[in-house]
Every structure is written in C-alpha cells, then in structure tokens.
C-alpha cells in the first residue's frame, strides 16, 4: 500500500487559499465542537448552544425512508425537487395559511442553507448591498461575503420591538442603494416575531424601492402566541426560504424549499443543476411523509414551550431578566453585560466550570454581542432543569 504523502502545514503549502473563503467561524458551531471534546473525555455537558430540536423526526419520516430504501434505487430527482413533493409543500401553504401556492414557484433546496446559496447567486452579482439585522442568523452575513455581496447591518433594539421597519429600510436605501433585504421571523437568536403589519409594510417597502426581499421562515410552526404569518400573503416579489430543520424535526436530512417569484424558477433550477443536481430522494421521501405527523409535531411544541416557561420564570431569578421577547423559535437570548463584557470567554468559562454549552453573542452581534447570550431551549425538559440549577448555583 502507498502511504499518502505527508500534509504539509498551512505556512509551507505553496497553493493558495481563496480571499473570498475567509469568512468567520460559525461559533455555534465551534462551541458545539469543543463541548463534544469534552463530553469524549467524561465530562458532563449540557447542550444548549445549537439551535436542533432534541427529538427526532416523526415515526412516519423514518418509516417512508425505510420502505423506500427497501430495494429501490435511490438516485438523482429533478433539480427542483419531486414533483409530489412540490405539491405537497404547496398543500402545506393551503391548510396552514390557507394560501394559494403553486407547486411550480416551489423549489426543494438542501436545507435552507442551500436555498440561500441558490438564492443570492440567482438575485445578485458581487459588489451588491444586502441588508441584514444586528442580532442575526451568522450564516447570513458569512455566505454573503464568501460570494462577494457586501452586508449592510441594520442594528434592532426594544425601540421597536427588535425589529426592522420600512424607515429603517428606507434611511439605509437613502444612503446607499440596497439591492436586497433578508428578514426572518421568528427570529434567531432572540425569537422575536414581526406582526402582520410589519411584515406587510417591509413587503410593501421593498416593492417601491425595488430592493428584492428575501423572508427566511425557517421557524414558522414554532409560535408561543399568534402564529407566524408569511410574506407570501402580502408580496408576488418576496423569496421565501423555509426548512424541513426546525419545526419538521429533519436537521440532519439537509432539506429545506423556497418559494419564488415565477420569473425566478428557471435561473434557480440551473443553478440547481449545477450547485447539487438534487436533493437527496431519501430525504425527499421522507419530508413529504412529516406533514401527515402533526399529533407527533405538537407534542414537540408543547415541549418546548414548557422549557421556555421554565426559562422565563428561572432566568430573572438570576439577575439575567433582560431578553427579547420568546414570541417563537426555541431560543432565548440573554443580557448578560452585568456579568461580562467578553461573552466569548464568559460562555467558554461556563462549559468549563459547569458544563453548560451556550452562543456567545458575539455570534449574532459583532459589537452589543459581547454582552449577550444565547441559550437554546430545544432540548429535553430535565436538561433545561439541570442547566438552570447548575447556573444558580454558579452566578450565586
Ligand atoms: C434563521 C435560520 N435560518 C436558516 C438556518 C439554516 O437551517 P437549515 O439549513 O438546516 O435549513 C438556521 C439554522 O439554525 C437558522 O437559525
């Protein structure tokens, strides 16, 4: 056998890494890593920093999956997902918002993650300016500088709500152009929600100024109060991204949708092609079972809005009573600037001392982040009992 040659180090290597992948960490991601080190070298943790649900996916997914692996061949589908898939997804807009979709604005992605990728490739060339807000989904503003499309951040405080509104919009557009907007609500880190009429005036916004609006839905079914409304009811223009990940309990089966404008189809179907040929059938099969597990879904969500109470009644116990409010989604992000001005080393500190991983918010905020937290709450009930009484007894 020929033994591979040794890898040289990054100094020594001649070949150059690109300039454009030098984006930051997912330090989500990173705790995550390191917290699983941990737990192989015997120590107890506690996982409240990724955003996944702790249950996994409804009888009806894993049993659609195994009969189809059942002597079929498993290959390649249409780029733009099944066509029963399609139709179902469309359904699903029909009996939960009672909205009429067409299965051909519909495309199957891989996760959101990959819907995003098609859909800033198809809405923008590098150079363009996209905005997004300041706590937010990491993800965004990292794939958008690794193709070169320039991040506007728009910091949200309680002034309104943690959300962003069409004078926001409008202020930043008057500055510099903005080709693009990419909301999301529920949101993460801090789970708020915009209202309907929020959401209708950034819609409406973004059709004047022509700045294409990208709403990323990925936790709608997980709401504590009103659900979620979607963008499609107000707006023929807006890119709608959602997931199978969140609410669907499918993270690991990396399969998501968007729904877009007609003229957009084709663009995202060949780079569909392209990018990732399909979505993987296995997957396909099984998201087009989860819709018929509601009964299993909900019991899920009770879960979680039992962990949130706990949550909402430990937390200013402690002195950590300032977070934005839990409308949805299954996180809670903390005011911890009484404690730390460093949330990198205080959460780094805490996994350490008492095994209990959670987000810096560093992660979500390059600046107010050093003093905040995010504490996922998708986990079992007993883990988020513990978790608090390990936090007591350390802040005490
Ligand atoms: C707001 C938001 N959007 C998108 C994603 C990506 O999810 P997926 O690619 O699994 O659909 C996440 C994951 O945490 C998220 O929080």
């Known amino acids: 056998m020929t033994e591979a040659a040794p890898r040289s180090g990054p100094s020594s290597s001649r070949v150059q890494i690109s300039r454009r992948s030098n984006v930051a960490p997912f330090m989500a991601l990173d705790v995550l890593a390191n ?20 249950s996994p996916p409804p009888r009806a997914v894993r049993e659609a999956a195994m009969a189809a692996l059942d002597g079929r061949r498993i290959g390649y589908t249409e780029a733009l997902g099944r066509p029963s898939l399609r ?9 939960a918002y009672g909205l009429a979709v ?37 993800a965004y503003r990292n794939i958008l500088e690794a193709l070169g499309i320039e991040t506007v951040t728009i910091e949200v405080s309680e002034a309104t709500r943690f959300v962003v509104t069409p004078s926001m919009i409008e202020a930043v557009h008057a500055k510099t152009r903005l080709d693009g907007i990419l909301l999301m609500s529920p949101a993460n880190p801090s789970g708020t929600m915009m209202s309907a009429e929020a959401l209708r005036d950034v819609c409406a916004a973004c059709e004047r100024l022509g700045v294409a ?30 997931s199978f990940s969140k609410y ?99 959460c780094a500190k805490m996994l350490d001392e008492i095994g209990v991983a959670a987000t810096p918010g560093l992660d979500f905020d390059r600046t107010r982040g050093r003093g905040a937290v ?17 936090l007591k007894s350390w802040l005490r």
């Open 35 to 54: 917290a699983r080190r941990r737990e192989a070298q015997g120590q107890d943790i506690i996982h409240l920093e990724i955003g996944e649900p702790g």
């Open 87 to 95: 139709e179902r997804i469309a359904r699903h807009y029909r009996d």
């Open 102 to 138: 067409a299965p051909e604005h519909i495309v199957v992605t891989n996760g959101s993650s990959g819907g995003f990728l098609l859909a800033f490739l198809s809405l923008f060339d590098a150079g363009a300016r996209v905005a997004i807000a300041a706590p937010g989904y990491p």
């Open 213 to 242: 609006f990208i709403s990323d839905e990925v936790y709608h079914g997980l709401t504590y109060g009103q659900p979620a409304r979607t963008a499609l009811e107000f707006s023929s223009e807006v890119i709608v991204a959602n």
């Open 248 to 346: 669907f309990c499918m993270t690991g089966w990396r399969i998501g949708w968007l729904v877009l404008p007609g003229h957009m189809v084709r663009t995202v179907e060949r780079l569909q092609q392209n990018l990732a040929v399909s979505v993987g059938l296995l997957s396909q099969i099984g998201a087009e079972a989860v819709f018929d597990a509601q009964e299993d879904l909900q019991r899920v969500l009770s879960g979680y809005a039992r962990n949130r109470a706990i949550l909402l009644n430990e937390l200013p116990d402690m002195g950590l009573g300032g977070f934005h409010p839990v409308d949805g989604a299954f996180y809670i992000y903390v005011d911890v600037s009484r404690l730390t001005d460093d949330s990198g080393h205080f």
């Open 374 to 390: 995010r504490f996922s709450f998708a986990g079992p009930e007993g883990d988020i009992v513990e978790a608090m009484r390990r």
